[in-house]
């Protein structure tokens, strides 16, 4: 069917774009609720990213990854992240150390470094220079979210936004890895966020805080 | 069929002026929907414009010969402004097919002519919404001027009817990331622009949260319906333009009744799509804190940034 | 060489020696008689004429050429070349101070009448026709030496003008920064000259322009260095602005007028000439150079504006705004040149030339206003101003025009001027230079906080309640004053609706500067965006006007009558004039927003000390020193002084050791000759 095959190409070839604007909007938002709520965004788009790559090249694979991805990375984690948030009953703001003004700036400028970063290897790799600068792009802002963001939910958010970077410029330039290793990377990636979770209820109880720049006790 | 250019190009800029009300009136039912009402009737905005007409003019005795100048100046320029935009075929009124930069520039001095307005008002209201507009548009300006020259870069054009005749052009698979990013840098300064939340609430008369209705505060009678019917236009404009560059499948090609029945139909279900999305938003979203609003900005601001850049980064 | 007309070269010397000898009328404009307007109607008729020899040269193309060092007397007194030519680049400069002189001169004839008397009116009605002179001069000269020689004069005849109209020691200590800024302004442009003379035997700008292609990379970067600090300091660019907010407001009206409107452009032409004359265009480094001062200039330059309550200093930061957009466009000109687009290019120095002269007509324009405000409220600042639009509705009108052309609104030149210059940077997109696009998003801020300012100074000056009893009892402007401003608002708006009849000799003249540019197929002289411009302008204008009028009928179609009443206070019973918003008050937003570049430094102290709960009493107080004082100009300054401290160790006072230097320099000097 010549329309479904359309429209995965047209998928394909919006994609970065998309994602370079959830990216954006990633590093603007200042609550935590909507961060994760763009995660599942950017997940959803990356499974919707797999679907088109395996139509349009016929791999059978890539359709189990879709479903896997969408189960863990849109469904599953979104929701213990959710949970873990309404438990924690702390501000919904998740406080930063640079304002979202900043930090839109400073995530425009990783943006343009990631596309000045790619363009020599695009000729070699027969790629699309925008849909690998995305994937550079989210890995970097990911780093970002880590770096600047002081509630301990938000570290691992951008891990995981780091995460799905890196799968992302898999994606691009060799249709992704093998399914027994996505499916492993998927069950760490669950225990990362439970573990999280579990980590950042004693940090509460012991110290009545979330905030990870006023845990400085680990000093020389 | 000479005269089937120019009478396509004034039926557009008349349903452009004859829908805006309506428009109002559709944001209205639909947002009273959405909060499980049933809302006024869909042509309700004409009625109170009509009943406007009919009032009164109440002038302060401390105003200028500006004051009663301002609603005339402001309207004046969004009836030129309307027939900027292509709206049922890539072709515009006025304007060379409608420059970009003098739509922008007509939009600069209705604000204006409206900003004075607000001071000679002479009370604080006015004053006040004044000072906040000026930030307001003083930072929109910019995302708005580099969304739409990320689009002219694209399109080799610097009129609207030229970009709305080379995205018509465009298939699908191509869609660059420009236009994503073009596209909802735009949209967020649309919201800006018309004064909608989450910039600002346009059904408002708390101190604390009006910007245009602070403005407008001391007009009452004709000229009020004047800056209401000016403000209908500017929301309807905005929306056309966002159809017109971003989603102007539908435009007759060329100015023939059937494929312009077609394009009129098309048009009227892309304002009805862009009104009940207004509303959705105006219903889930809280407005912004006012020193929020530069946040917001900037975000729209580094979108149409990369938007530029980008048209240079992917050839 | 063009054969030069011996009927130009008469007429320009006629021009030049009328402005020579009217100062000996000044005298006249002390007397009581009818003949006290004799000197302000020469100068008016003086400029009107020189206006008319400027545009025959710009529309004709033909030059006028003067040689004054074959003259005998000259050649005694000063042995360098004075040659004057007139082509089109100079004739649109004098064309553009013509136009402003001639309306300045008829509002001075009102004005120096009521605000000075005896000696101090007819000094400055000498000076006024000599600083037109000095600035006649600059524009005409086509040697280093009589371009010199206009360039000193203007800076000393200006700080004369300053020092007449008062004495303070704060006068007095902002007209020294002034000359001591100038003079290092000028020191470099000497400089810049002088660096020619190793490649070019005179200087000659005919011989220059031979020279200027051929010398080495380094040495014309170093002529373009000296070029832009010196020109670049004249023109107010940052950092090198700190004269500019000082003296533009302390001088007299019409003098702020020229200063800011003529004088400024001299710096711009200057950098025209070096750049695309005298070396022919180079790399796009100097381009980008130019842009990045433009656009700081620009946006610094509004931002300050926004924080300003006096009037005319508002006016001076908002001169140095429209500066660093003029530079921003002859910045992308230089860019689009080295990228070989000259077509662009064309387009981006026509902007930058254009914005010049739409400058000049509505700047000083809103001086002239200003001088009017200050003379009918006794106060330029905008907390002591308000209602003055019902008190002086034709001076209201036309400042009004003056701020609808600042803030670039359609129908209005400056709308024309940043059209173009939007255009220009747009087309470095094609060109290869990305860069420049973005330029297109900083020329929109710039745009979006004038708006946001000139909003502000005209409303808090003319509209709503007076703020102060003066304010109230304002008076209309003299009917001179009234005339003069009238004429600059005419040709805002002529130029704002029909610019064509500029266009061409604009193109022709962008074209002799940029080779190539009118050479492209189908190019013509006039690059195709500005035609298509001049073409929708009309059109618009019509359309805008019959709009007005179909919103006038609507209104008045049903209309229950109008009634004039007291503005609603939400029941309060008297409004005072101080609960409107306040100009400070107005600027609050954006100043926050901008916090960055106001640190201000704030006191607060509660009374009496230590009982913070209760307090008697509280002041605040808040200054603002440019940061550029602080953390530029102060640091220099010192290294300057220490630097001469050290060098003062060698004054010792023994004459033995004064022998033995003048010794040691007669001997380095020898085995320099040796050397060489």
Redo the contacts between chains.
């Keep these: 069917m010549g329309w479904i095959d359309a429209v995965a190409a047209n998928l394909l070839a919006s994609s970065a774009g998309l994602l370079l604007i959830l990216a954006l909007l990633m590093a603007a938002t200042t609550r935590a609720r909507t961060c994760i709520l763009l995660f599942g965004l950017q997940s959803a788009v990356i499974a919707a990213q797999i679907a088109a790559l395996a139509r349009l090249h016929h791999f059978a694979e890539g359709w189990a990854v879709a479903a896997l991805v969408v189960v863990v990375k849109v469904v599953a984690i979104p929701w213990v992240l959710l949970r873990i948030t309404t438990a924690l009953q702390t501000t919904p703001i998740a406080a930063a150390a640079i304002g979202p003004t900043a930090s839109v700036f400073v995530g425009s400028g990783l943006i343009l470094l990631s596309f000045a970063v790619v363009r020599p290897y695009v000729a070699e790799l027969g790629v699309d220079p925008a849909r690998l600068a995305a994937a550079v792009a989210v890995v970097l802002i990911g780093g970002l979210l880590m770096v600047t963001r002081r509630k301990a939910l938000m570290q691992v958010l951008g891990l995981l936004v780091l995460e799905n970077g890196i799968f992302l410029a898999a994606l691009t330039t060799t249709l992704g890895m093998p399914l027994v290793v996505e499916i492993g990377i998927s069950f760490d990636l669950l225990m990362w966020v439970f573990l999280m979770g579990l980590f950042v209820f004693r940090i509460r109880d012991t110290f009545d805080h979330v905030d990870v720049s006023r845990l400085r006790r680990l000093r020389g | 069929m000479t005269l089937a250019a120019p009478l396509a190009n004034l039926a557009q800029w008349a349903l452009l002026l004859a829908v805006a009300p309506l428009l109002r009136g559709l944001i209205q039912r639909a947002k009273a929907r959405a909060q499980n009402r049933r809302g006024a009737s869909l042509f309700r905005p004409y009625a109170e414009l009509a009943k406007l007409?009919?009032?009164?003019?109440?002038?302060?005795?401390?105003?200028?010969?500006?004051f009663?100048a301002a609603?005339?100046?402001s309207?004046?320029?969004m009836?030129?402004a309307a027939?900027l935009v292509p709206v049922l075929w890539p072709a515009a009124l006025?304007?060379?097919g409608g420059?970009f930069?003098?739509l922008v520039?007509?939009l600069?001095?209705a604000?204006?002519a409206l900003?004075?307005g607000?001071?000679?008002?002479?009370?604080?209201f006015?004053?006040?919404g004044?000072?906040?507009e000026?930030?307001v548009?003083?930072?929109?300006?910019?995302?708005?001027?580099?969304g739409l020259?990320?689009v002219?870069?694209l399109a080799?054009s610097?009129s609207l009817a030229g970009m709305a005749q080379w995205t018509l052009g465009q298939t699908?698979?191509?869609?660059?990331?420009?236009?994503?990013?073009a596209a909802?840098a735009l949209g967020l300064v649309a919201i800006a622009e018309a004064g909608r939340i989450p910039v600002d609430n346009p059904a408002t008369h708390l101190e604390l949260t009006m910007i245009h209705e602070a403005m407008v505060l001391?007009y009452s009678?004709?000229?009020l319906?004047?800056l209401e019917l000016a403000a209908a236009v500017k929301l309807s404009l905005l929306l056309a333009l966002l159809a017109a560059v971003f989603f102007p499948w539908g435009m007759a090609p060329a100015p023939t009744p059937a494929r312009l029945a077609l394009a009129l139909l098309l048009f009227l279900l892309k304002l009805a799509a862009g009104a009940v999305a207004i509303a959705l938003i105006e219903s889930t979203l809280a407005k912004l804190r006012?020193?929020q609003v530069?946040?917001y900005l900037?975000?729209a601001?580094?979108?149409?940034?990369?938007a530029?850049?980008?048209?240079?980064?992917?050839r | 060489m063009i054969a030069a007309n011996p009927w130009m070269a008469a007429a320009l010397a006629a021009f030049l020696l009328a402005l020579l000898l009217l100062p000996l009328l000044a005298g006249l404009a002390d007397r009581r008689s009818r003949l006290r307007v004799a000197p302000a109607a020469l100068l008016v008729l003086a400029l009107l004429a020189g206006g008319a020899l400027a545009a025959r040269v710009l529309w004709t193309g033909a030059p006028a050429a003067l040689d004054l060092s074959a003259w005998a007397p000259m050649a005694e007194a000063a042995p360098f070349a004075f040659t004057l030519t007139l082509d089109r680049l100079s004739a649109f400069f004098l064309l553009l101070l013509c136009a402003v002189g001639a309306p300045v001169a008829l509002y001075a004839q009102a004005y120096l009448e009521r605000h000075y008397a005896g000696w101090r009116r007819a000094a400055l009605w000498a000076l006024l026709p000599l600083f037109l002179l000095s600035m006649a001069l600059v524009l005409a000269a086509s040697t280093g030496f009589a371009f010199f020689f206009g360039w000193e004069l203007m800076t000393l005849l200006s700080a004369a003008a300053m020092l007449l109209d008062g004495d303070s020691p704060e006068r007095r200590h902002n007209t020294y920064i002034y000359l001591v800024m100038m003079h290092a302004a000028a020191a470099c442009v000497l400089a810049a000259f002088l660096l020619f003379l190793s490649r070019a035997p005179s200087l000659d700008f005919a011989v220059m322009r031979v020279a200027g292609p051929a010398m080495p990379l380094a040495l014309r970067n170093a002529v373009f260095v000296l070029a832009l600090l010196g020109f670049g300091a004249k023109a107010g660019l940052i950092p090198l602005h700190l004269w500019l907010p000082k003296a533009h407001p302390i001088a007299p009206a019409p003098m702020s007028a020229l200063m800011s409107g003529v004088m400024l452009k001299t710096a711009v032409y200057g950098m025209v000439r070096f750049s695309f004359d005298l070396l022919g265009g180079g790399p796009s480094g100097w381009g980008y150079a130019l842009v990045a001062a433009g656009a700081a200039s620009g946006v610094l330059g509004v931002l300050y504006a926004l924080g300003e309550n006096d009037l005319k200093r508002l006016l001076a930061y908002s001169s140095i705004e429209n500066l660093g957009i003029i530079f921003m466009a002859l910045g992308a000109a230089l860019v689009l040149q080295a990228h070989h687009a000259p077509v662009w290019a064309a387009l981006a120095l026509l902007a930058a030339l254009l914005h010049s002269l739409n400058h000049a007509l509505y700047k000083s324009l809103l001086f002239l206003g200003a001088g009017a405000v200050g003379d009918a409220a006794h106060s330029v600042e905008l907390s002591q101003l308000g209602g003055l639009q019902r008190r002086m509705p034709i001076t209201g009108g036309l400042v009004l025009v003056g701020c609808l052309a600042i803030v670039g609104l359609p129908l209005t030149n400056g709308f024309v001027g940043e059209w173009l210059a939007f255009r220009g940077f747009i087309a470095g997109a094609g060109a290869g230079a990305p860069v420049l696009p973005l330029l297109a998003g900083v020329l929109a801020l710039i745009s979006g906080l004038a708006a946001a300012c000139f909003a502000n100074v005209y409303g808090a000056g003319f509209l709503g309640r007076p703020r102060s009893p003066a304010a109230g009892a304002a008076e209309e402007a003299p009917r001179a004053m009234r005339a003069g401003m009238a004429a600059l608002a005419a040709a805002c708006l002529l130029v704002g609706i029909a610019p064509g009849f500029l266009l061409r000799p604009l193109g022709a003249t962008v074209a002799a500067l940029l080779p190539g540019a009118g050479l492209l197929p189908g190019a013509g002289l006039v690059p195709a965006p500005a035609t298509a411009l001049a073409a929708m302008l009309p059109s618009l204008a019509l359309a805008v006007a019959l709009a007005a009028a179909a919103a006038l009928a609507l209104r008045a179609w049903r209309s229950g009558g109008v009634r004039r009443t007291a503005t609603w206070g939400c029941g309060q019973p008297l409004m005072t004039p101080r609960m409107q918003y306040s100009a400070a008050a107005f600027t609050e937003p954006l100043r926050t927003v901008f916090a960055p570049v106001y640190r201000a430094d704030h006191q607060l102290e509660s009374q009496p000390d230590g009982q913070a709960w209760y307090p008697t009493a509280v002041n605040y107080r808040s200054a603002r020193t440019t940061s550029f004082e602080r953390s530029f100009y102060r640091p220099a300054v010192q290294a300057v002084v220490n630097a001469a401290a050290r060098l003062g160790r060698l004054q010792t006072g023994n004459v033995q050791m004064y022998l033995a230097s003048i010794f040691l320099a007669l001997i380095a000097l020898l085995m320099i000759m040796r050397l060489a």
Excluded at chain 2, 118 to 124: I, P, Q, R
Excluded at chain 2, 301 to 306: E, F, G, M, Q, R
Excluded at chain 2, 308 to 314: H, K, R
């Design positions: 007409l009919r009032k009164q003019d109440l002038v302060p005795d401390t105003a200028s010969a500006v009663r609603p005339v100046v309207l004046a320029a009836l030129v027939a006025l304007a060379g420059d930069l003098v520039g007509l600069a001095l604000r204006f900003l004075l607000a001071w000679d008002g002479g009370s604080a006015g004053g006040m004044a000072s906040r000026a930030m548009s003083a930072l929109a300006e910019a995302p708005l001027l580099l020259v990320a002219a870069i080799g610097g699908l698979v191509h869609f660059s990331p420009v236009y994503a990013l909802t001391e009678g004709p000229s319906a004047l006012m020193y530069p946040a900037g975000l601001s580094a979108l149409a940034l990369l530029v850049a980008c048209t240079a980064l992917i």
